[in-house]
């Protein structure tokens, strides 16, 4: 009964948050009550999906410096990536921490990160991010309050923890060209901090069942496209565990009059790359990995580079071949990534391979990781 009465709430507000949707860099919403134009007269988009924005307190420090030691600027820090976030039709970001107030920051373990984030995000291109994870209440509810405050400030749209219920309730909708795409988030747990028992739903926890209803619903209010963004696996392990191997097979042969629920999984949460792979034909990013991170410790307490390695998804979509079809995707690509914590930069691997920089053992390690289950037969290709 609740899982249904919540898949109504979303379908009544969906249409309400496609209004809100109106995105930094021009995207107009569909006016309420009016679809949008016929999917098939109009030409496809690209989306772009990045990892982990996790600023720890030396993250902080850099910022401070970049701005010259008055505020906080973060636009420097991802300026090497913004000529692949930029062009995108519609860009995704994970933000995994919250924001905290009047200089009130701080790193790991309980991080709150200046608010000044969200205006490099937007900077740099991303018109939303998912903020369901693991830290979603590291400073409460108040956090949660300040970080989704702060990305409307900037105009970044957001998915994954809320502010009040109705928000909560209301699927947010982007658009991409002609197709309205819903961005759903959710995260394995809150590091054993209990949901508020007066806000149960301040951030989305993931199960199975909700994940599926939740996507059919949003469907079912209109998105040609249904993107579901997973704070999910074992932190550290290269390759994607049982339980995310088991969600993916599961919400991907979730399907509605035999058109699948959910066209696109993003997976964040594990530190490192890890493979992506087409799953009864969705393509499954299982992680990211970290864009912005600071040295980190594995569990052996070593200090382990892959943390700040990554990947950027680009996935092209075409329209529907025939009406009430599925957006399919017709080429997919990664992009291999690195933070330079030294120069608190994140670089495109393949665009500073071709300036002469050393970091092929690097790149390939990472091209190996992404194609470890066997996305290359089914078309996944290295971009620029």
Known sequence: MIARSRQLAIVLTVVLAAGAACQARGHQPPEPGHPAPSATKHR????????????????????????????????????????????????????????GADGDYAGYPLFRSPPEVAQGLAATGYDGCSTASNHTLDDGTEGIRRTLDALDRAGVRH?????????????????????????????????????????????????????????????????????VSLHWGTEWQDAPDESQLG??????ASTTGGRPDIDLILGTHAHVPQAYEKVNGTWVIYGMGDQIAGEMTNHDGVQDPRGNQSTLGRF?????????????????????????????????????????????????????????????????????
């Open 247 to 252: 969600l993916a097979r599961s919400l991907t």
């Open 44 to 99: 496809g988009f690209t989306l772009v999906a990045s990892g982990d924005v996790l600023p720890h307190s030396s993250i902080i420090e850099r910022a401070r410096h970049d701005a010259g030691g008055t505020g906080y600027d973060f636009r420097p820090m991802l300026s090497g990536i913004r000529s692949v976030v930029a062009p995108a039709d519609l860009a995704l970001c994970h933000m995994e921490t919250v924001y």
């Open 159 to 227: 998915a994954g923890s809320a502010r009040d219920e109705r928000e909560a309730r209301t699927a947010t909708v982007l658009r991409a060209g002609a197709a309205r795409v819903a961005h759903l988030a959710y995260t394995y747990d809150t590091n054993g901090l209990p949901l508020p028992p007066d806000r149960p739903w301040a951030v989305n926890l993931v199960d199975e069942a909700r994940i599926a209803d939740d996507a059919r619903a949003a469907r079912g209010a209109g998105a040609d496209v249904v993107v």
């Open 316 to 384: 092209t979509f075409a329209p529907p071949r025939r009406p009430g079809g599925r957006w399919e995707v017709t080429r997919a690509e990664f992009v291999p990534q690195l933070f330079d914590v030294d120069a608190g930069r994140t670089v495109n691997l393949n665009q500073a391979l071709a300036r002469g920089a050393e970091v092929l053992s690097v790149r390939d390690r990472i091209r190996d990781i992404v194609l470890s289950r066997g996305a290359a037969q089914d078309g996944l290709v290295m971009g620029e």
